[in-house]
């Protein structure tokens, strides 16, 4: 079970997560910023007023990709890698540790 916890994320560290999920941001409109991806049904939208953004938000949004709660951490930390396969393929890949 993990520890860590989706609570006081803040919008610099959620949009750090985007660009490293390879999301493009779209727009930044009446309060609220967009992004997209190629392999996404809709767009993620949040306040961007709102800082942290609150937990339920971040939950929601992360359903929209196929990643665990794990994953977005690790992604975060750079242990794991969002790679494009195709136009519409996207894989997390584990990154490789040199010594």
């Given at each position: 079970m993990s520890t860590r916890h989706l609570r006081n994320i803040s919008i610099s560290q959620?949009?750090?997560?985007l660009e490293l999920a390879l999301c493009q941001f779209k727009?930044?409109?009446k309060g609220?910023?967009?992004?997209?991806?190629?392999?996404l049904n809709r767009p993620i939208v949040f306040q961007n007023h709102i800082d942290p953004i609150p937990e339920f938000i971040v939950k929601?949004?992360?359903r929209?990709?196929?990643y665990?709660?794990?994953d977005y951490f690790d992604i975060l930390e750079?242990?794991?890698?969002?790679?494009?396969k195709s136009l519409k393929v996207f894989e997390l890949i584990?990154?490789?540790?040199?010594?």
């Open positions: 959620f949009e750090s997560f727009k930044n409109e609220h910023c967009q992004y997209t991806r190629a392999d929601n949004l992360l929209l990709f196929p665990s709660k794990d750079g242990t794991k890698i969002v790679n494009r584990n990154k490789k540790v040199s010594d």
